[in-house]
């Protein structure tokens, strides 16, 4: 499966971005979905998540900024970011861990896969 993920780019301060990670299976059940970040010199950290049919959770430094949500029909993840930081400047990577299915296989699979990253750059 692959997750594409864009949406990235050059925004200033205060602005917003919507990223998008579309996977080319169909999600059949979610395990758990997540947005993480690496900013520069940092390591790499979870932003917002999703486990089962749980309530989504945020890092502190962007609850109430950042929403994460999912288009069924699309099987796409979705990251709203609005009033955006120079802080959250950084490459954003999708993982959707879920039971997948592609016509191309005997059956299901259960495994979880990650985006290629997109870059978010802020200027102040």
């Known amino acids: 499966v692959q997750l594409q993920a864009s949406g990235g780019g050059l925004v200033q301060a205060g602005g917003s971005l919507r990223l998008s990670c579309a996977a080319s299976a169909s999600i059949v059940r979610v395990t758990a979905m997540g947005w993480y970040r690496q900013g520069p010199g940092k390591q790499r950290e979870l932003v917002a998540s999703v486990t089962g049919g749980s309530s989504p959770t945020y890092i502190d430094d962007v609850k109430g900024r950042f929403t994460i949500s999912r288009d069924n029909a699309k099987n796409t993840v979705y990251l709203q970011m609005n009033g955006l930081k120079p802080e959250d400047t950084a490459v954003y990577y999708c993982?959707?861990?879920?039971?997948?299915?592609?016509?191309?296989?005997?059956?299901?699979?259960?495994?979880?896969?990650w985006g290629q990253g997109t870059q978010v750059t802020v200027s102040s």
């Open positions: 993982n959707i861990d879920a039971l997948w299915f592609n016509r191309s296989w005997s059956g299901y699979r259960d495994f979880a896969a």
